[in-house]
C-alpha cells in the first residue's frame, strides 16, 4: 500500500477504536508494518488530534526523525512493544495496542481469559494469556509481548490492557474489538459463577474444524 494510503488508513482506524471505545483520550496506539519499520501513532495522540501525517516512521533499529518539516514529533511510548512484536513475527502487517475497559479489568487480576467459548479459539489456542506486568513502554514489557503472541493473535497485558496483531491494520483493530467482547461476556458469565470450560477433547474437534474449513475440505 502506497504510504498516502496507508497513512489515512491508520487515520481511520485510530478514530474508529475511539468510537468503538477501546480507547478513551490518549490511551492505546496503532501502528502499521512498512519497508525498513513501522508507522505508529504519536506520542499525547486523540481522536481528535490524529492526522495522517501524526504517524511517525520509526526504523527497524528503533530510530526515528525527531523534526519532519519543521514539525516536532514523538513516536508513541509503546513504540518498543509494537516493534517487538514486528521483529518477532513476519506475518504481522499491524498492531492495535488498547486500554478496553473489559481487558483492562480482567487483565487487572493477572488473569488469562480462559475458553469459556469456543470463540476464544480464533485467537490460536484454548485461552488468550496475560503476561506480567511491566512499566509501559519498557523492552520487558516489549519482550513479554512478543513472545505472548508467538501462537496467539493477541494478549492480555497484566494491569494495563491489551495487545493485538493482524494481516493489516483492519484485521488488528477487529481482533482488538473482539477481544473486548469476549472480555465482557466472561466477566459477566462470572456474575452467576464460574463458567463451564470447553474439554480438551472439544478443544481438540474446534481445531479440526477449523483446519477443514481454512483448507477448504468442505463442500
Known sequence: MEDAALRHDLAESYRRVVALGLNELASGNLSARVDGGMLISPSGASAASIRPESFVF????????RTVDGRTQKASSEWRMHLGVYLAHPSAGAVAHTHADHC???????????????????????????????????QALADDAAAALEHRTACLLANHGMIARGRDIGDAVDTAHRLEILCRQYLASLQIGEPDLLTEVEWADFFARSLELAYGDET
Not at 58 to 65: A, F, L, N, R, T
Open 58 to 65: 520509526v526504523s527497524d533499529e528503533g530510530e526515528w526523525d
Open 104 to 138: 483492562v479489568a480482567l487483565a487487572a487480576h493477572n488473569r488469562p481469559l480462559p475458553g469459556f467459548t469456543y470463540v476464544v479459539g480464533f485467537f490460536g489456542g484454548s485461552e488468550v494469556p496475560c503476561v506480567p506486568y511491566n512499566t509501559f513502554g519498557t
